[in-house]
C-alpha cells in the first residue's frame, strides 16, 4: 500500500507552508513487510520556501501475531531527520516499534502504536499514533487519529486528524482530511487541510 498526503499548514507566528507526506508497506513472504515514509516540506521546517528533505524512514514489520480480530507487530526501522534549521545537517537514529489492532466486525477498526527512538547525541525519544477508523456504505470510511513525539529526538508535539476516505477504483481512494496540532509551551500550533492518495498493490 502506497499513501500520498498533502497538507496545507498554517501557524499563528509564521508564513504558511505545505508539506508532502509518503508511507509505503509492501508485504514479503513469512509476515514480513518493508516500510518505507519520507516527508519533504517548503517553508514548514525551515523558514526557505525551498522543499527540504525532512524525514526519511526505512523499516522492516514483522508480524508477530494474527488472530481472528486482532493483530500484533514489531518493527525496526532507520531514520534521518533534520539536525538544524537550514538542513546542512542531519541526525541520525534507530527506532523500534510495536503495533496492536483491532478489528471490529465491518464496522471499523482501531489500531496503537509505540516506539522508542534513538538519535546519537540527542538522546532517547518516542513516538505514538492512535487510530480509529469507522466504515461506511460503499467501502467509504472515517479516519480520527492522534500522533505525535516526545521530547528526546524532536521537540514533543501532538497532533490530531480526521479524514474521509472515498475510493475510486478497486486499488485507488482519496482522501480529505484536516490536522490540527494542540498547543503546547514550546510549539506553535500548526494547521492544515490533508489531501491524500491511497494506492493498493
Known sequence: MLIANLVEVKTAQAQSGTSVEFYG????????AIVVAPSLSSAVQSPSESWVLDEVQVGARRKVYAGETIAISAQISGF?????????ERAYGVEARLAAGKRFGEK??????????????TGIGSRFDATLGVNMSRNQRVIVKAFGDGNGCTKAIVRTQISYVRPISDKLALEFGW???????????????????????
Open 25 to 32: 508497506e509492501y508485504g514479503l513472504k513469512q509476515g514480513w
Open 80 to 88: 534521518s531527520i533534520p539536525q538544524t534549521k537550514n538542513q546542512s
Open 108 to 121: 471499523g477498526w482501531v489500531n496503537i502504536e509505540a516506539a522508542s527512538r534513538t538519535c546519537g547525541d
Open 179 to 201: 490536522r490540527q496540532s494542540l498547543d503546547q509551551s514550546s510549539v506553535s500550533a500548526d494547521r492544515g487541510l490533508v489531501v491524500g492518495l491511497w494506492k493498493k498493490f
